[in-house]
């Protein structure tokens, strides 16, 4: 769905390990990473499009994690012109976002890549939390970094909770 602007609504994921870690998955054949992600489906709710991306793109079901917590407004980013689709009809210029921060709650061993028939990713690692910025492409940088901002007491808050008391 391309709204009246050119922005693509889509969900974004970043799951956590409990343990200030992140995962971050490379895309299939490059040497590129990011944060799974994907666009909502007309008609569809965006905690829908959250729940089938994650299961379509790492494996994972509901049951495998916990919503802690989803962004309060859309985060958006551009796409630069020389990758903009120019026959597709709306022109695509860029994402509207909606973010979640989930933590991994069932094995991590239930990550996998092959749940469609186009896998996006081929590989995945835990990765510190504020690692992402930069491993990304450069037009998403900014993206990500309100996203990580966005979450970061949360994430904190994990860690503290999980890690002993000294």
């Known amino acids: 769905m391309v709204d009246k602007d050119g ?4 969900i974004a994921i970043i799951i956590s ?24 489906d007309k008609g569809e709710s965006v905690e829908r499009a959250l729940f ?26 551009r796409i630069p012109p020389a990758m903009q689709r120019k026959n597709s009809k709306p022109l695509c210029i860029g ?8 933590q991994l709650t069932g094995s991590s061993e239930k990550i996998r ?3 469609s028939g186009t896998p996006e990713f081929d590989d995945w690692a835990w990765v510190n939390y504020w690692y992402p910025i930069n491993a990304v492409v450069s037009f998403k940088q ?4 309100k996203a990580l901002h966005e979450f970061a ?5 994990l860690e503290s909770s999980v890690r002993p008391i000294k």
């Open 7 to 10: 922005f693509r609504a889509n």
């Open 17 to 40: 390990d409990g343990l200030g870690k992140v995962l971050l998955a490379k895309r299939l054949g490059q040497n590129a990473w990011q944060f799974p992600q994907g666009g909502i």
């Open 52 to 77: 089938r991306e994650l299961y379509e793109e790492v494996g994972l079901n509901s049951g495998d994690v916990k919503i802690i917590k989803r962004c309060k407004k859309w985060l958006r980013y």
């Open 95 to 102: 994402q509207k976002q909606k973010w979640f921060f989930l």
């Open 113 to 115: 890549f092959d749940t």
């Open 142 to 145: 900014s993206v990500y970094r």
């Open 153 to 157: 007491e949360e994430n904190i808050r």
